[in-house]
Each structure stands twice: as C-alpha cells, then as structure tokens.
C-alpha cells in the first residue's frame, strides 16, 4: 500500500501536480498503468510511513522532504526508484486521461495551464493542442533517466557546497571531470578555463586535456576504457596543480558557471501565475511543468535560504541532509548514536590488540574491557591473519 503525502491544509503558494494511481516497473522501465490520476501537493510535510515505505532497510529518521529524498535514493536499487513513484509518480509525466477526464481539466483550467500541470507541455510540436493532449502516448520512463537525474542533482549540491565553503577539495572525480567536458561544449562564459589556459604552468596540461574531451566527445565509441581513465588521472593532476598555485579561485568561478547553467536548465519547467477575483484579489502561485522542474525549485530555494548541504558523518551512512545547526553533522539522531557506537567500538578493540601485544590473555582484556571473550577473540583473529 502506497502512503500518500497529506494534502496541506494552509494556503499553498504552488500548483499541484498529478500522479497516476498505479505504475508497474517492466525491463528497467516505470510505465503508468491506470488511467486513474490524482493531485498532490509536492510541498506538503512528509508522512513518516513513505519515508519507510520508500526507503525500506535504509530508513533512518532523517527529516527529508521530496527533493532531500530523491537526493538520496540508491540509485541502484530499481525497487527504491519504483516505490518513490509509487508514492510521487514519474519525474515527467507520460500522461493518458480517458476523455470525459479531459474535458474536466480543460474546462477547470485554460489549457495552457493544464499542460503546465501535467508536464507533457514540452513534447507539443502541433498547433492542433485539443487533439494532441487526447493523443498523448504512454512512455514510460527508464531508470536510467531516474540514475542520470540523481547523480546530476547531486552534482549541483556538490556544486554549491564549494561555492559556500569556498573548498573545492569537496569535489568528486565525475564533477572535476564534467567541469572541463562542458567547456568543450561550447559554453561561452566559461572565461575561468580560458584564464587557467594562459598560466604558462598550466597551459600544455590542459590544452592536452581539452584536446582528448574533444576526442571523446565527438566519438565516444573509438575512445577506449584505457583512455577515460589515462584522462581522468590528467585532470587529477591538474587539479592538484590548480591547488598548488593557489588558483583556487578561479576554479570556484567554473563552478559558479557550472552551476547557473545547470540550474537554468532545471528550473526551465517553472513559470509563476498570477490569478484575480471579481473581488480583486490577487493570488500568486507556481506552476510546475513536472516533478523534476518541482525539485528544482525547492533545491533553488534552498539555496536562496543558504541552508547547509552536508553528509553524514556516519561512515554507514550516505545520506546528504539540510543540517539545521552549523555543528550539526549526522542526518539524524539515530545515525549520531550509531556513530558514537562505532567510535567507542573503534577504541575498545585498539586497546584490546594493545593489551594482546603486551602478553594479556583473551579472559584479561575481555573483563579489562567489559566485553564478550567471543569479541575479543574475534579481533585478535582477524589482527594476527593481517600481520
């Protein structure tokens, strides 16, 4: 049974979007399979029981709202990807309405606004929208394009978390990489690498770099695994140069740019509406073109909020969370305990090897420590095969 998020009972200053009341995952793709659809609020507070719904053995309890949550799905858990669907629907919907159900939503709303609700408004290429939005085809979509959507949106965290902390160590090798790879797609204002390009230091390092990123990006077939990964190890050597020349700052612009692009690209599926009464009243609301313009939105105004992206400082856990607090470092209260745990579990068995090397039998530093003998052993065990 899928938990639906609860309808906000205050005045909302967002669109509702539409979710389908069923889908079936089929051959790594998520199709609606009822033509049964409903509203839901996006913004509305989450239900805990779809965070344990969706997250199922990984459930902690993080205080995560819809693009918290899609920020952290295992994007190699198939199930995950499909019970959040379940739950949300898809990140762009591939919409079929019976057409009593149309008429319905073409006399409530104008039809431009429907399509802005439904998400389906990109995929027009007909003047005739009457008989397109009664010809719309069920596509489903493909967990790929959930895994692509992940990781990018994961990058544009990482993104802003350098441009906040002002430490580009944060970045990860796909983000370094990507950061380059789109100069040589043509990005105008990426002035940044043209100014590293004129450090006589730099410049036959990374004029090679862009030079493979060509290679690569008008023929990724003849570009061998070998080669990815001689690039990769490049690029590394330059950032760790950039980083030695103190020329930090001039990277943190690149991922100033990155990063607008990016965005601009995301929040595309966002318009405001403005609505009157007879009365005069003014209403002011924001449309969404899918789940996935809906996301960025919220991200988007994390970011005007300045609130703090961190990871859990839990080393069993993954999880990126807003901390609510600057010294706030676990994504919940569990995950802190659990950490604690780990740590005085860390010291215990340190203490135990040490007692083992001076001469102590296993019983001694079992009631030493005031642990199991079992634990103990089991440590010295593992101590002596690594020796």
């Known amino acids: 049974m899928s938990y639906l998020p609860r309808q906000s009972k205050t005045h909302s200053n967002h669109a509702l979007l539409v979710r389908h009341r069923g889908y079936e995952l089929k051959e790594n793709v998520i199709y609606p399979v009822s033509d049964e659809v409903e509203y839901y609020d996006p913004f509305s507070k989450m239900e805990t029981g779809v965070l344990k719904e969706i997250l199922g053995k990984d459930y902690v309890e993080v205080d995560f709202d819809v693009h918290t949550l899609f920020l952290?799905?295992?994007?190699?858990?198939?199930?995950?990807?499909?019970?959040?669907?379940?739950?949300?629907?898809?990140?762009y919907n591939p919409l079929f309405m019976d057409e009593e159900l149309q008429k319905d939503l073409i006399h409530q709303y104008?039809?431009?606004?429907?399509r802005y609700r439904i998400g389906i408004f990109s995929n027009f290429y007909s003047e005739e929208e009457l008989f397109l939005i009664s010809s719309i085809v069920n596509r489903g979509i493909y967990l790929k394009e959930f895994q692509q959507e992940i990781a990018r949106l994961r990058m544009v965290v990482e993104l802003y978390r350098v441009i906040k902390e002002h430490d580009i160590s944060i970045l990860t090798e796909n983000t370094r990489f990507m950061l380059f790879y789109e100069y040589n797609l043509g990005h105008w204002t990426l002035q940044p690498v043209k100014d590293l390009l004129q450090h006589p230091k730099l410049k036959k390092k990374l004029t090679s770099i862009l030079s493979q990123i060509e290679k690569l990006?008008?023929?990724?077939?003849?570009?061998?695994?070998?080669?990815?990964?001689?690039?990769?190890?490049?690029?590394?050597?330059?950032?760790?140069?950039?980083?030695?020349?103190?020329?930090?700052?001039?990277?943190?612009?690149?991922?100033?740019?990155?990063?607008?692009?990016?965005?601009?690209?995301?929040?595309k599926g966002v318009s405001p509406k403005i609505s009157f009464d007879i009365n005069g009243s003014i209403d002011h609301t924001w449309i969404f073109s899918s789940l996935l313009a809906a996301i960025y939105f919220m991200v988007h105004q994390d970011f005007v909020a300045g609130k703090r992206y961190k990871h859990c400082k839990n080393p069993n856990c993954h999880h990126i969370f807003i901390a609510k607090a600057k010294n706030n470092n676990y994504c919940s209260p569990q995950c802190q305990t659990r950490a604690k745990t780990a740590r005085e579990r860390a010291r215990k068995k340190a203490k135990a090897i040490h007692l083992y090397e001076q001469g102590r039998s296993i019983e001694e530093i079992a009631r030493e420590l005031k642990i199991e003998p079992e634990r103990v052993r089991s440590w010295i065990n593992k101590y002596e095969a690594d020796r």
């Open 72 to 91: 952290n799905l295992n994007a190699k858990d198939p199930e995950q990807i499909y019970r959040f669907v379940q739950n949300y629907g898809l990140l």
């Open 110 to 114: 104008s039809l431009k606004q429907l």
């Open 217 to 267: 990006h008008t023929n990724k077939k003849d570009f061998s695994r070998q080669q990815f990964e001689s690039l990769l190890n490049d690029i590394d050597e330059i950032f760790s140069a950039i980083i030695d020349l103190k020329l930090e700052e001039t990277f943190i612009e690149m991922c100033i740019v990155y990063l607008e692009a990016i965005m601009e690209t995301g929040l």
